[in-house]
């Protein structure tokens, strides 16, 4: 399966500042996909990211406070923006796997003080 | 998409088998099964995927009844280190614009 390497794997952030997480794929993939995880719930996607176009939104996410880059086939990033401590989660990408369904890194857990 | 329900936490003794039940009522003729595993502090983790009837690896057996509107993920012979969520997943693979919505998991506590 594809091999995902995110960082930094955690933060202490201040309130109103940014954090740019990175993920970067062994492999090219086509979607990469970002996750939030807030303490002791179930993972939400935040959005889609295909190379060469814009991130596609869920619901309650939007570009100016989630950005994402997506530069070429194996790597993004994800911004969280003018943050809050209800910002504070574990944020993971994912991919899809041709085999295994999908591959997701370690996370990164971000603490907004 | 396929929205899935199952069991929010259950328990378990070293040794024994432990079954999972999810339901996905409204699968679609196209989506697959994949259950997943999540340690704290880690991504979620491939355990197995299935379509239909019986599938096995080395870790776990998928039962999806003919239906398909619900799977039961079975693990045999439970470690401490099997304490985990366990999320049910249902969509299509390797399809455009598919994406991975995660239900509320079932949280497995195995006890000595």
């Known amino acids: 399966s594809a091999v995902i390497s995110q960082k930094p794997s955690r933060d202490i952030c201040q309130r109103g500042t940014s954090l740019t997480i990175q993920c970067q794929v062994d492999?090219?993939?086509?979607?990469m996909f970002w996750y939030r995880q807030q303490p002791g719930q179930s993972l939400t996607l935040i959005a889609t990211?295909?190379?060469?176009?814009?991130?596609?939104?869920e619901s309650g996410f939007v570009i100016d406070k989630f950005p994402i880059s997506r530069p070429n086939l194996t790597f993004s990033t994800l911004t969280v923006s003018n943050m809050s401590p209800e910002d504070s989660s574990i944020y993971l990408c994912?991919?899809?796997?041709?085999?295994?369904?999908?591959?997701f890194g370690s996370g990164t857990r971000l603490t907004v003080v | 998409l396929a929205k899935t329900t199952q069991p929010i936490s259950m328990d378990s003794y070293e040794g024994q088998e432990v079954n999972i039940t999810c339901s996905h009522n409204?699968?679609?003729?196209?989506?697959?099964i994949t259950w997943y595993q999540q340690f704290p502090s880690q991504g979620p983790r491939f355990i197995i995927q299935?379509?239909?009837t019986k599938v096995t690896n080395e870790v776990a057996s998928l039962f999806i009844p003919a239906d398909r509107k619900s799977s039961t993920l079975s693990l045999p012979r439970v470690s401490l280190s099997d304490t985990a969520v366990y999320y049910c997943?249902?969509?299509?693979?390797?399809?455009?614009?598919?994406?991975?919505?995660f239900g509320a998991g079932t949280r497995l506590f195995v006890k000595a």
């Open positions: 492999s090219q993939v086509t979607m």
């Open positions: 299935g379509y239909k």
């Open positions: 409204n699968i679609a003729t196209n989506d697959y």
């Open positions: 990211a295909n190379q060469g176009s814009e991130a596609t939104y």
């Open positions: 997943l249902v969509g299509g693979p390797n399809t455009g614009g598919f994406k991975t919505i």
């Open positions: 994912s991919v899809e796997d041709r085999f295994y369904g999908y591959t």
